[in-house]
């Protein structure tokens, strides 16, 4: 039986997030110095993520796993998990979600090790701003990282942006510029409350039609047709083949055609980004239950889904955990 939910939708994407650590400190997400990181034997061991991902696969149907954090590259033996995850039969799709530092000493082994593809997150190509977003003087290795990853294959490379107000939100056409012409596909994604500080505000939210907006000085967009259950639609530029996406989470959510669930770094399961509840597998896991028994926790955990986020409720409230700690 896959992860239906009682509105009749099933999760066939699963993120999993293999670390709350970040090397960067990106106002959006994060304090300066930081957050309180989850304790090491609270993290799944490489063992575990296996097992629980080779469930998701071969009992409950899912197709597509998306390693995120924090910052998945920080994980140790990285590459090793890769490897065994592509082992896994039925195969899933893998993909990484990541900032990009490590992805020049990385791209080349991940792909060998069985990644299929990279979502690298860039919101400035200016080296000022760059420091200013994220607190590191780590431009020139992000971009280096980007051109690794599509050296070695990982492709699309997806480029993904979050626009602030007043700070970088004079970028789209850059952005768009600039990935067009090195072969990346650029997502524009809406800033969504999932910071740390609680400071997000929808009304400084740079949206998706104000995005639209901007690129349509300068580029003309025609939509694609099948969306599906992609979180982004996409446009076609100039008459093709290049296209962007917009990723509206915020202002055009997209809940009514989700097809994904997450799993933590500590084992939790979240049928939703924006969830407040949790479901626990790492104490079954550890408990010694069986597949059978842990695909049938995580079959109830997602048949509760809601059917939205509610960030336009009135008493809608953010997770308690961070983007850091839930996986992108």
């Not at 939509?223 to 100039?238: H, I, K, M, N, T």
């Not at 048949?303 to 997770?319: E, L, N, V």
Request: charged letters at 25%; a neutral charge; hydrophobic letters at 40%.
């Amino acid at each position: 039986m896959r992860l239906v939910d009682t509105f009749g939708r099933i999760a066939t994407d699963l993120r999993v997030s293999l670390t709350d650590r970040c090397n960067l400190r990106c106002t959006y997400c994060m304090p300066a110095e930081g957050l309180p990181w989850l304790p090491g034997p609270h993290l799944l061991t490489d063992d575990e993520v296996v097992r629980l991902v080779g469930i998701a696969v071969e009992h409950l149907g899912v197709t597509d796993v998306r390693l995120t954090g924090g910052e998945p590259t920080l994980r140790p033996g990285l590459v090793g998990l890769v490897a065994r995850l592509a082992d896994l039969r039925p195969r899933p799709r893998l993909a990484l979600t990541t900032n990009g530092l490590r992805l020049a000493e990385l791209a080349a082994r991940l792909r060998s090790a069985g990644l299929d593809r990279v979502n690298v997150s860039l919101d400035t190509l200016d080296a000022s701003r760059f420091v200013t977003l994220t607190r590191r003087d780590r431009l020139e290795d992000v971009l280096a990282g980007l051109r690794a990853a599509a050296a070695a294959g990982l492709t699309p490379v997806k480029v993904n942006s979050v626009l602030l107000r007043g700070v970088n939100d004079d970028e789209a056409t850059v952005l768009l510029r600039w990935a067009l012409a090195a072969g990346y596909e650029l997502r524009f994604i809406e800033q969504m409350p999932l910071d740390a500080q609680h400071g997000w505000r929808r009304a400084e939210m740079v949206t998706a039609e104000e995005i639209l907006a901007a690129l349509r000085t300068e580029f003309t967009l025609r939509p694609r047709p099948g969306r599906g259950s992609a979180p982004a639609e996409l446009f076609e530029v100039d008459g093709g083949p290049g296209q962007v996406g917009v990723i509206g989470s915020v202002s055009a959510p997209f809940c009514a055609a989700c097809d994904r669930v997450r799993l933590t770094a500590d084992g939790q399961v979240r049928d939703c980004l924006f969830a407040r509840d949790e479901s626990d597998l790492r104490t079954a896991l550890r408990a010694g239950a069986s597949d059978e028994e842990i695909a049938g926790r995580w079959r109830t955990a997602v048949w509760g889904k809601h059917a939205g986020h509610g960030i336009g409720a009135p008493d809608f409230q953010q997770p308690d955990r961070p983007m850091s700690a839930i996986g992108g």
